[in-house]
């Protein structure tokens, strides 16, 4: 039925046939390619160090957890009860920098048992006092919500940077997939730090960030299926962030390369060579090459291999990224 490739057989049954065999196995490795990325980044993402670490603090009674806005606010505007700050003290007691952590989600939700707990442990090992924001996603979204939300939770941690035990200067952001777009952004002038009226980041440290919005609509795959992945997930993001009507220059309000300017903090980005929603060829090849021409400091590793949500990359080539970022960060404000 499915190759009658035979002498007398029309064009048109040709073309269905091949037609068809395209469609199915594209769909098979499309489906091995996300199954292998759920394998391989519960293997590594650390989810299970990251709850060991929120219980401890929470058993010592050091664990806090905070709405960004008042009661007040809350009561004009239901949605702000949904950011929420959860407080990583270091085991030391020390003062020190803070890194404020942008889990991911694809602006639906906040992956903060992948990208938040397991980072925030990891930094508080190294001594670190660190913040992990939830801001605002899915239907709570709405015009740069997030962004709004990152602003309040710098301008909170610096009112209470004696009470967190915390420097208020050469604070890091640290984001993953869409809270890598976030860092990103606010690292910028427009609908970052500047518009907001908050201290500048020191560092920036991006994991397999969502950089380029126009990537699925610009450039056709082989595979339609991972096209069509692509677009809803960039779609879905732009419909809870802007609602069904986004203009064109919203959209490219969050390509993060465009925001970058010679005064644009330095960077570090990590990437997986085989990431099929954010593939590191069009997102963070395109914003390492943005940094490259504004000649800004930074470091770009690309893991062969491996796929989307990696967090800590435990056990696997992508394990010291968070080793060497802080190495880059702690230069970066010598």
């Not at 990208?115 to 090992?125: D, L, Q, S, V």
């Amino acid at each position: 039925m499915l190759l009658r490739f035979l002498p007398g057989a029309d064009w048109g049954e040709i073309l269905y046939n091949f037609v068809f065999i395209y469609l199915f196995l594209t769909l098979v490795l499309t489906i091995g390619s996300v199954v292998r990325m759920y394998v391989i980044k519960h293997r590594c993402n650390g989810v299970s160090y990251g709850k060991k670490r929120l219980k401890q603090l929470a058993k010592e009674g050091r664990l806090k957890q905070i709405p960004i806005y008042s009661l007040e606010e809350i009561k004009q505007n239901r949605d702000l009860a949904e950011a929420r700050l959860s407080v990583f003290p270091n085991d030391t007691g020390k003062k020190t920098k803070y890194v404020l952590i942008l889990p991911g989600g694809g602006y639906a939700h906040c992956v903060t048992g992948e990208e938040g707990y397991p980072i925030a442990a990891k930094f508080n090992e190294m001594g670190y006092n660190v913040f992990i924001l939830e801001y605002r996603a899915g239907w709570h979204c709405s015009d740069y919500a997030p962004m709004e939300d990152v602003a309040r939770a710098i301008r909170h941690i610096e009112a209470n940077c004696e009470t967190y035990n915390v420097i208020p200067e050469n604070y890091a952001l640290c984001g993953f997939s869409a809270g890598g777009n976030l860092a990103g952004i606010y690292a910028g002038h427009e609908h970052g730090w500047e518009t907001y009226g908050t201290r500048k980041p020191a560092a920036v440290m991006l994991g397999y960030p969502w950089t380029n919005i126009w990537h699925w609509l610009d450039h056709p795959y082989w595979n339609i299926w991972k096209g069509l992945l692509g677009i809803w997930l960039s779609e879905r993001g732009f419909v809870y962030m802007f609602g069904f009507r986004c203009s064109k220059e919203k959209r490219e309000s969050l390509c993060v390369q465009n925001q970058v300017t010679p005064d644009y903090p330095p960077t570090y980005i990590f990437s997986g060579g085989r990431d099929v929603l954010v593939p590191a060829s069009h997102h963070a090849e395109v914003f390492e090459e943005a940094l490259r021409e504004q000649g800004v400091p930074h470091i770009y590793r690309r893991y062969f291999g491996l796929p989307h949500g990696i967090g800590l990359g435990l056990h696997t080539k992508a394990e010291k990224w968070m080793k060497e970022a802080t190495e880059f960060w702690e230069k970066a404000v010598e």
